[in-house]
Structures are given as C-alpha cells and as structure tokens.
C-alpha cells in the first residue's frame, strides 16, 4: 500500500524530503502543468527522455503522462527515492515506459543517451561541477535535443505575521549559509552556463508561485513539513528562542488559517546544436 511505504520511508533519515517533494508538485500544480507543457512541446514524437536526480518522480511521471509515447529514464544516486519512484509508477500504470537507474551524477556517468530531452529539476544544483555536468548532459542529447533546468531560489515563505516572517527570514539567510558551506550551486546562471558549453539558449524564464490562503490541506502539510525540514537543518545554527518560535510554527500550522505559499522558480532551455 502507498501509505504504508511512505510511513516505512519516513524511518530513513531522507523520509521528509521524499514527502516534501511528492507536495511540492501537488501543491505547485498550475506551476508544474505549465512547465511540463513546454519541455512536451520541445520534443518529437516518440522522445527518449533522461530525468537527472529524479527523486520521488514528480518530473518523470508527470513527463510520462504528458506525452504518451515517451520511453523515460530516472536517474539518482538515492536508491530509497528510486524505489518510490517504482512503486508510484507502478501505480500510475506507467513502469513499461520508466526505467531507473542508480547512479552517481558526479562520477562517470551509464549510457544514458542519445535522449532527445534531459531534464533536471532542482538537482543541478547538488552536482559538484556543473561545467562537467554540462559536458555529460551535452553528450548524452542527440543534436538538436533540449536540455530543460529549472532551480529554485531556496524553500518557499508560508509565513506572513510580521514575527513569523522575520522568523522565516532569518531561517533563509542561514540556510542560504548552510547551502554554500555545502558547496551547493544555488544561484547559478544556467543560461550563461548552458551558452559557454555549446547549447543554443532557447528559453529562459522565471515563475513566480503565490497562492493565498485558505490553503487546501495539503498545502498546509507541505508548510508543515519544509518547515519541519528547516527545522532539522537549521538546529545547531538558530537560537533556543528561535528553535522555540519554529517549532510552534510547526506544531502549529494545521490549525493556522493565514498559511500562504510564495515560491520562485528559474526554467532554463538549452539546445544542442
Ligand atoms: C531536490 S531533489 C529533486 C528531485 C526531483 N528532480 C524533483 O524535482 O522533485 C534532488 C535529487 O538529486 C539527487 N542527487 C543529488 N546529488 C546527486 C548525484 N551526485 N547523483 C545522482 N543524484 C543526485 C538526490 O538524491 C535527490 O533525489
């Protein structure tokens, strides 16, 4: 049963970030059909499709069902993330046409190619070289295929009292921190990337996600829970009084009625000559 293995992924040390991932693309909806639309509208008919850091599947799906003569490959390194991905896909009657692979991004890479689109969704940004990692997605497109980025600027806000905010600025300022101590490539500029290894910059855009409450509940636990995650991180960085303050926004979300979700994405399109 889906629940019991989402409850039986909850005990490995990721189990919020593979829930905070299946919300974030049930949550961002509008923003998530929009911009599988235009990465369907990139390819041929029958495309080869190379999901990178595929996590829980939420692009990988959501490609499958957009466009049904897909054959679809889900690349990650976490082999919990691409067991859910299985088992969902399973589910959704789409596991003939998605097959995973476990790999290991920064090292040498499996044949993967020739694909006619590589997507990549908030996962460039984890890969310790991205001129490298440029070079290997550029070997892997067939001429003329389409590489699609897209990357966020941090976690979304959900608070808007003037102390949840101020509560929630801080946590992003020092996760901004842990971020570039853990030598993540949060901020890039994949356009001026993608040009400098050879792509033809076809597309570049920013989304700007808001959604107003009341929110549907869902999207309160998905408040819930990338609160809960900053939490985690964020424990040896706040104060006691801080730790405090966070941990009643948590315990407190279900009950709020003033929850709102004002989040950022950056879509880039590079084409292979
Ligand atoms: C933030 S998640 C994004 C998941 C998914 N693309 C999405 O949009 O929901 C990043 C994913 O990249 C994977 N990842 C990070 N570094 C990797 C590496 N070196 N090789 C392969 N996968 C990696 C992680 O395991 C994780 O599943």
Known sequence: MAHDHAHAHSHHGDGDLAEMLDLDAEVLHDYYREVIGWAGSLVPDRPRIVDLGAGTGTGTLALARQLPNAELTAVDMDEDMLERL???????????????????????????????????????????????????????????????????????????????????ERCHAELARFRQEAGLHMGEDWGARLKAAGFALEGERRFDIELRPPLPPNAVRYAQVTLQRTRQRLADRLTGDELTALDAAVAGAPDRNDLTIRATRDVWIGRRP
């Not at 984890?126 to 600027?153: C, K, N, S, W």
Request: aromatic share 8%.
């Open 86 to 168: 299985r088992h969902r896909a399973a589910e959704a009657g789409l596991a003939e046409r998605i097959r995973t692979v476990r790999a290991d991004l920064d090292g040498d890479w499996p044949g993967l190619g020739p694909a006619d689109l590589v997507w990549a969704s908030a996962s460039m940004h984890h890969l310790a070289d991205p001129a490298r990692t440029l070079t290997q997605v550029y070997a892997t497109l067939r001429p003329g295929g389409a590489f699609m980025i897209t990357e966020l600027d941090g976690f979304p806000r959900f608070l808007t009292d003037p102390a949840g905010a101020a509560l929630e």
